[in-house]
C-alpha cells in the first residue's frame, strides 16, 4: 500500500491532475519507491473510491476535461494512521544478493561483470541521494517549497530534517554497497591469481 501513502503525502503539498502527480512523483518519491505511470492512474482511482481524496473535472481545451484530486480529511486520516502504525521490516528478499552467493557456477569474467554493474548502480544513486538531500535542505525544489508554503505543513524545520536524514542515510547505504562491490572485485582478483597458481603447480608435477 506504500503507492497509496506516498501518493497522499505528495497531495498535502497542494492538489495535482495525474499528469502533474506522476512527474511529481518522478522527481521525489521515485528515490526510495519506484512505480511506473502505469501503477499511478489506476492507484488514483481506487483512492477516489475510498474517499482519500476528492476530484474536480476541469474543461481543457473545446472536448477534453482534466481531473484534479486534492486530499480529503478521509485521506489525511489514513495517511497519519499509516505513519503511526508500526510496521515489521521486511524480510530480506534480495535476487542480487543470492545471485552473488552462487557466482562459482560462472566464470571469474562473469564475477567481475557482476560486482561492476553494482558498484556502478550503486555510484549513481549515491551522487543523486546525496545531490537530493543538500537540495531539500537548501529548499532547492519546487516540491519543498510548495509542501513549506501549504497553510498545513507544520513546522518547516520538521518537514526539511525528516527528508533530508532519509536520503542521506539513503546515500550513506549506497556508499557501502560501492565499497563491497569493490571488495568484490579486488576478492576475484585474488581467487585467480590463486586458481591459476595451482594449476600451474598440477602442471609442474604432471
Given amino acids: 500500500m506504500s503507492l497509496r501513502h506516498a501518493l497522499l503525502a505528495l497531495l498535502t503539498a497542494k492538489p495535482m491532475n495525474g499528469y502533474d502527480l506522476a512527474k511529481v512523483f518522478d522527481r521525489s518519491v521515485a528515490y526510495v519507491w519506484h512505480a511506473p ?7 488514483l482511482r481506487r483512492m477516489e473510491a475510498d474517499h482519500l481524496v476528492a476530484v474536480e473535472s476541469i474543461r481543457r481545451g473545446t472536448k477534453g476535461t482534466k481531473r484534479i484530486y486534492s486530499i480529503t480529511e478521509t485521506g489525511r486520516g489514513e495517511l497519519r494512521r499509516w505513519i503511526e502504525t508500526p510496521a515489521p521490516i521486511d524480510m530480506l528478499h534480495d535476487a542480487e544478493r543470492l545471485r552473488g552467493a552462487y557466482l562459482e557456477f560462472g566464470s571469474y569474467d562473469a564475477a567481475r561483470r557482476y560486482y561492476t ?8 544513486w549515491e551522487r543523486q541521494w546525496a545531490v537530493h538531500a543538500d537540495q531539500i535542505a537548501a529548499g532547492d525544489t519546487t516540491l519543498i517549497r510548495t509542501r513549506l508554503a501549504a ?3 507544520g513546522d518547516p ?7 533530508v536524514h532519509t536520503y542521506r ?11 563491497w562491490a569493490k571488495q568484490g572485485l579486488a576478492m576475484i582478483d585474488d581467487l585467480e591469481t590463486q586458481a591459476q597458481a595451482r594449476a600451474a603447480e598440477g602442471a609442474l608435477t604432471e
Avoid: C, F, M, N
Wanted: proline residues 6%.
Fill in 157 to 163: 524545520a520538521t518537514v526539511v530534517a525528516y527528508k
Fill in 117 to 124: 554493474a553494482h558498484r556502478d548502480h550503486y555510484e549513481l
Fill in 169 to 179: 542515510g539513503l546515500a550513506a547505504q549506497a556508499h557501502l554497497e560501492v565499497e
Fill in 151 to 153: 497553510p498545513r505543513t
Fill in 37 to 43: 505511470h502505469s501503477q499511478i492512474y489506476p492507484e
